[in-house]
């Protein structure tokens, strides 16, 4: 394992690499030791420097948890990371493209808890006891470290590669609709590029949710009353350049937009 020096050294230059927009050369190249445990004390440590500086924790972000997203990245298990005030944008929304480094989009479903959750032993009855209603989102992917054979140990450094999220459609309570059978177009510029259905996410999107519940706890850590809870992608990224506007039609759970200028 990295030592506390290195893995505060490591935190800091990803701070520097989300102000810069300039990505750091990937983890994995420059410390091959380094641990899943390693690149989730690096996480840890950034969420904190964060928080000094004024920012605020309101969630947490699950990644990788279906196949179309494994098999984009070429990494077969699921991680998380954290979801500040200032990440949570309203659809409708015009994104400043400059300020991600090539930002990525994916179709998912964010869940709302009304109450907290807390690991281990979490299951899909505690997820759906504790979620106050279900909304379409949009993720917004960025990038701090170089995208090239990047692994799970650079992507959790990483944030999970969190850069905002686009709330909108029509929110439902969790037992509304059959959450599995959720499905999105996603279109670019009028044209559709993905579709999927949110069974695709560990086949129930409330798995992946208390999958974190129980992963948090090995940290210390749990979820509260309000927090916002990502799910994870039932589509593979979209890359957008300038310019780009995105939609996500979700039937009868409504539409998330949003145009990158």
Not at 221 to 240: E, N, Q
């Amino acid at each position: 394992m990295l030592d506390a020096k290195t893995i505060e050294a490591i935190a800091d230059e990803l701070l520097e690499a989300g102000r810069s927009r300039t990505p750091v050369p990937r983890l994995t190249a420059r410390y091959p030791d380094m641990t899943v445990e390693d690149s989730y004390a690096v996480q840890q440590l950034w969420r904190r420097r964060n928080e000094e500086a004024g920012r605020t924790l309101v969630g947490r972000k699950i990644g990788l948890t279906s196949k179309a997203m494994q098999a984009a990245t070429g990494i077969t298990e699921p991680d998380y990371g954290a979801i500040f005030d200032d990440m949570v944008l309203e659809t409708g929304c015009s994104v400043e493209w400059d300020k991600y480094t090539h930002p990525r989009v994916e179709v998912e479903l964010a869940f709302v808890l009304k109450s907290g959750l807390k690991g281990p032993g979490c299951t899909i009855f505690d997820v759906l006891n504790a979620t106050d209603y279900v909304v379409p989102a949009l993720e917004i992917l960025d990038s701090r470290i170089e995208m090239e054979g990047r692994t799970i140990v650079d992507t959790i450094s990483d944030n999970a590669a969190m850069g905002a999220m686009v709330v909108g459609g029509r929110p439902v309570r969790p037992d509304a609709v059959d959450l599995r059978w959720v499905s999105a177009i996603l279109y670019k510029n009028q044209t559709v590029e993905e579709t999927g259905v949110a069974a695709g996410v560990l086949d129930h999107p409330a798995n992946g949710v208390h999958w974190l519940a129980n992963k948090i706890a090995a940290h210390g850590d749990s979820m509260k009353a309000g927090d916002i809870i990502l799910a994870g992608s039932f589509t593979r990224p979209l890359w957008v350049y300038k310019g780009d506007t995105v939609h996500a039609d979700y039937g009868p759970l409504g539409v998330v937009t949003c145009h990158f200028s």
